[in-house]
C-alpha cells in the first residue's frame, strides 16, 4: 500500500553540518503540528535504505547537506531531473551513496513516488563534531518551516 508523503534525512551528524538533514527529521518529529502529515524518516549515513523505502510513497522530500558553490547557509529546492550527480564514491564505505543514482535506479525499477522534491543546504562546516555550525543553527527554524511547507502543499 502506497502511503502519502515522506521526509527522508540524509547525512552524517557525528561530522558538523554534514548532519543537517538528519536534524531538521529530529526537529520535525519533534513538533506536533507536524503529526499526520507525514512520515519522517531518518536515513542518516545508510543512503541505500533510501531505496528501499522510497516507493512505500507518492511524494518523497529529501533533506541533505549539499556543496553548490554558495553560501553557507543556502537552502536550495530541486527535483532530480534538474541536476546531474558528480558525487564521487570513495568505495571504502558501505554506507556511502549517491542519492541521484539511488532515485534513478528506482526509477528504473519502477519503485520511485510519483513526485521527488529535494532540498540541499550548503554546509559551513564538515568536520569531526556533533554540532551545528552557528550558520546553519540559527535557520535551523526556518528550514524546517520550508519542508512542513512543501509537504503541507
Not at 507525514?38 to 528501499?52: C, P, Q, R
Request: hydrophobic fraction near 40%.
Amino acid at each position: 500500500m502506497v502511503k502519502g508523503s515522506a521526509v527522508f534525512g540524509l547525512g552524517n551528524i557525528l561530522m558538523s553540518d554534514e548532519g543537517i538533514g538528519c536534524r531538521i527529521v529530529e526537529r520535525l518529529l519533534g513538533q506536533k503540528d507536524s503529526a499526520g502529515f507525514a512520515d519522517f524518516i531518518e536515513i542518516g549515513t545508510k543512503g541505500m535504505s533510501l531505496f528501499h523505502l522510497l516507493g512505500d510513497y507518492k511524494k518523497a522530500v529529501i533533506v541533505d547537506c549539499a556543496l553548490m558553490d554558495t553560501e553557507p547557509g543556502t537552502i536550495k529546492r530541486f527535483t532530480p531531473d534538474d541536476v546531474n550527480s558528480v558525487k564521487k564514491l570513495a568505495h571504502y564505505s558501505l554506507h556511502e551513496a549517491d542519492v541521484l543514482g539511488i532515485i534513478e535506479m528506482s526509477r528504473k525499477l519502477g519503485q520511485s513516488p510519483q513526485e521527488i522534491v529535494i532540498f540541499g543546504i550548503e554546509p559551513q562546516i564538515v568536520e569531526p563534531g556533533q554540532r551545528l555550525s552557528s550558520t546553519l543553527s540559527q535557520h535551523l527554524d526556518s528550514y524546517t518551516q520550508t519542508i512542513l511547507d512543501e509537504i503541507r502543499g
